[in-house]
Nanobody
């Protein structure tokens, strides 16, 4: 059974850094493109970053570009999100997603979701 499991969430002060990890297992999901989304309280889930599993091409939301870095480890079937310069508005539940498409940029393009991991940035 295909699944995504996130880890690495927690609480950090403003300006700090945090790295999230997502492990993919089961079937062909490890070859799917991967992405990160987040959902803050009272807001819709939004795209953060995505990566094409074959080419390694990366995609970022404009508001996260330059602060967040998405990367993959093919051998470990993991995708990571390094978050730097964190702000209180980055507080949200962060979700890992996988898609059979070449890139996952929207919720509707995701075939699988992880359970989410909480990131809290204190001021």
């Amino acid at each position: 059974q295909a699944q995504l499991v996130e880890s690495g969430g927690g609480t950090v002060q403003t300006g700090g850094s945090l790295t999230l990890s997502c492990a993919a297992s089961g079937g062909t999901i490890r070859f799917f493109s991967k992405g990160w989304f987040r959902q803050a309280p009272g807001k819709q889930r939004e795209f953060v970053a995505g990566i094409n599993w074959n080419s390694g091409s990366t995609y970022y939301s404009d508001s996260m570009k330059g602060r967040f870095i998405i990367s993959r480890d093919n051998a470990k079937n993991t995708v990571s999100l390094q978050m730097n310069g964190l702000k209180p508005e980055d507080t949200a539940v962060y979700y890992c997603a996988a898609s059979s498409l070449s890139v996952v940029l929207t919720e509707h393009s995701a075939n699988y979701w992880g359970q989410g991991t909480q990131v809290t940035v204190s001021s």
